[in-house]
């Protein structure tokens, strides 16, 4: 699940289930417009206000691998 602003948010989802098998990603928007969340299994893997910056698709990509 990733929790953010479009269309940064949309773009990430599409390369993770592009880059991914078997990945279902859904999207909700953020009640802070400066958030980005993205969330595996329930698991807070990237927070964006925790980061201090926007997340790249390559390492949300590895991260999730690391989770499946």
Do not use: H
């Amino acid at each position: 699940r990733i929790l953010g602003q479009q269309p940064l948010a949309a773009g990430l989802a599409a390369e993770l289930e592009k880059n991914l098998e078997d990945v279902e990603v859904d999207l909700e928007r953020s009640p802070k417009q400066s958030e980005l969340a993205v969330f595996v299994n329930g698991e807070l893997i990237f927070s964006r206000l925790e980061r201090m910056r926007y997340p790249t698709a390559p390492e949300l990509i590895a991260a999730c691998r690391q989770r499946q």
